[in-house]
């Protein structure tokens, strides 16, 4: 297994532990589903929510976080992505953002080779920094 693909489950496993401290049922599926990463269920109201998660690991850059074009189409108010920065000194960032904000700040850019490279940056998702509430909401309100 790669250190790409290892840092990229080791941010899964943090943001089930995350869930799990906030008080949800974190499920974690298996690798490579195209669904999601994470099914997270708040118990109280039965109501789950579909997470992506991307992570940049310890030696990787922290400004933006690598996507596809799929992460450009429209998906239900449940899905969320949580970009996770694995920090080595401190606590690791998150940044939780609503489906709909990612498919609609998903940057494209063609790089010298002829390939296409789908990415979102840090400054376009700052303002989601540690938004867990978020998961809250959608798991809370009325479809």
């Known amino acids: 297994m790669s250190n790409r693909q290892l840092s990229g489950m ?17 499920l974690v599926t298996t690798r490579n589903t195209k669904a999601a990463d994470i099914i997270a269920m708040n118990d ?5 929510v579909a997470i992506e998660v991307k992570t940049c690991g310890i030696s990787t850059s922290d400004s933006f ?15 969320i992505y949580v970009f996770v920065k694995l ?6 960032d998150f940044y939780i953002v609503p489906a709909q904000f990612v498919a609609k700040n998903v940057e494209k850019q063609k790089a010298k080779t002829g390939s ?12 989601f920094k540690q938004k867990w509430d978020l998961i809250q909401y959608v798991t809370t309100r009325k479809s």
């Open 65 to 79: 976080w690598l996507l596809s074009a799929r992460d450009r189409q429209k998906k239900p108010h449940n899905f």
């Open 44 to 48: 109280k109201t039965g109501v789950s």
């Open 10 to 26: 080791s941010g899964v496993y943090y943001v089930a532990a995350e869930l799990s401290k906030l008080g949800y049922i974190a």
């Open 116 to 127: 296409i490279w789908y990415y979102i940056s840090k400054d376009r998702i700052a303002s």
């Open 87 to 92: 920090n080595r000194d401190k606590a690791h």
